[in-house]
């Protein structure tokens, strides 16, 4: 099979296959959003706490972007690929800001805490911070990659997975 011959195939995909990355991303968000409802931003605990549940949420909305992107790049849609990365690199800084801000509350808050239980706490932000910088990082480095792809593809220099390969 030629690679015309396939990238014509999965294009054919690419309207069921964005509709799965987009319930994906909507999902999550929406289970995420029930989750920390109501809103109230100015608490530090619910702040604290709703960056916290974040990191549960966060890995399923990443693979839906990566599901959009990887049939971008496949069905050679520069336009899909450089929206999906600008998304992407959108909710990477979101996510370091969300970073940021609860390791601030976690330190306001830790001076709160039992003594005795202070080292579960500490556990639990350690977690959290790396379940976050990991998603962040994710972020980015999906959105980055895309967005240098979607420059190849609209030069015509390269329309393939490849440039999504780390080097």
């Known amino acids: 099979m030629s690679r015309q011959h396939a990238s014509e195939l999965l294009a054919a995909y690419a309207g069921p296959a964005y509709l799965i990355a987009a319930l994906l991303v909507g999902y999550s968000a929406i289970d995420y959003l029930g989750a920390i409802w109501p809103l109230n931003p100015s608490e530090v605990s619910w702040r604290y706490g709703s960056a916290g549940l974040l990191t549960g949420f966060a890995l399923t909305p990443l693979l839906g972007m990566l599901l959009a992107i990887l049939v971008a790049t496949s ?7 450089r929206g999906a990365s600008a998304v992407s690199i959108g909710l990477g800084v979101l996510f370091a800001i969300v970073l940021l801000g609860f390791g601030l509350d976690a330190i306001q808050l830790r001076r ?22 990991g998603a962040t990082w994710a972020w980015w480095w999906l959105g980055l990659r895309s967005w240098r792809a979607a420059a190849r593809m609209n030069r015509g220099t390269s329309s393939d997975a490849g440039d999504l390969v780390v080097r």
């Open 75 to 81: 069905a050679g849609q520069p336009r899909a690929l």
């Open 112 to 133: 709160d805490a039992p003594e005795e239980s202070r080292r579960l706490f500490d556990e639990g932000v350690a977690k959290a911070v790396v379940k976050h910088a």
